[in-house]
């Protein structure tokens, strides 16, 4: 789709980006000459959200703008952000305990600022944080979410994230946040998976049914009460994990 104009206004230069229910390029506003990030909707009839999204916070990506074009349906403009994914940068190697714990702090506030809006995320995954020069970003906002594929299981997005109750069919709710967090915790400090498998439904199987091997094993460099952390946010019933994100965050600085 490389060199269509959205809109009459929003030309695509590149895909960045693909995910369960949008396509993501790099894109030349016509208008201010500013390249954009520009999020389109699988699906040519979905609609925009008229959903009013809350305030701003600096550690979410900031929308400029949403629309639908006539033939390729609903889209959303996005600043452009330079950096990595989590999911990138992982790949070189696991963050020391320096840089590990700033993502921690960075992602919590994000995170509590949706909580704080009353919108739970329900899918955070290490695609949907972004490391910046100014600090960590959410990419994926609850609130300005597009309608997935039709037929989409609750296997079909970020198997490695998702909470037990979650796979059992429970709706999303600040504990499952704080569950999904967890995993990206401890992938960040060891490079592995709290459940691994080669398949969606092997991942699942081990969440239900294992509990993940103790972080200090995985990731010696991180220090003990950290890692002691890390696995209460991993604990497999949702009364047994910090209730909210205040809690984890109080601590997290006892640790």
Not at 132 to 141: M, N, P
Not at 158 to 182: C, F, W
Request: contains cysteine; hydrophobic residues 40%.
């Amino acid at each position: 789709m490389e060199n269509t104009l959205i809109d009459g206004r929003y030309l695509l230069l590149a895909a960045i980006g693909f995910g369960g229910e949008a396509r993501v390029f790099c894109a030349r506003d016509t208008t201010t000459g500013n390249e954009v990030a520009v999020r389109l909707a699988l699906r040519p009839d979905t609609h925009t959200a008229s959903t009013q999204p809350p305030a701003f916070h600096d550690g979410w990506v900031r929308l400029l703008a949403t629309g639908s074009d006539p033939q390729y349906g609903a889209y959303q403009v996005f600043e452009l952000l330079e950096g990595r994914t989590l999911g990138q940068l992982i790949r070189s190697g696991p963050l020391d305990p320096n840089k590990w714990r700033l993502f921690v702090d960075q992602s919590l506030d994000a995170v509590e600022a949706l909580h704080a809006a009353a919108w739970i995320h329900g899918d955070l995954n290490a695609d949907n944080f972004f490391q910046t020069a100014s600090g960590w970003k959410l990419l994926e906002l609850p609130f300005l979410r597009f309608d997935p594929p039709q037929g989409r299981s609750v296997l079909f997005g970020s198997i490695h994230t998702l909470a037990p109750e979650q796979i059992d069919g429970a709706r999303a709710d600040a504990r499952s946040d704080l569950y999904a967090l967890g995993c990206l915790y401890y992938y960040a400090a060891s490079g592995a998976q709290p459940h691994p498998g080669a398949s969606r439904q092997e991942v699942a199987i081990h969440c239900l049914r294992f509990a993940p091997d103790p972080l200090s094993e995985k990731a010696p460099s991180l220090p003990a009460p950290w890692s002691a952390w890390v696995m209460n946010l991993l604990a497999r019933k949702p009364q047994h994990r910090f209730p909210t994100i205040a809690a984890a965050r109080q601590l997290l600085g006892v640790a």
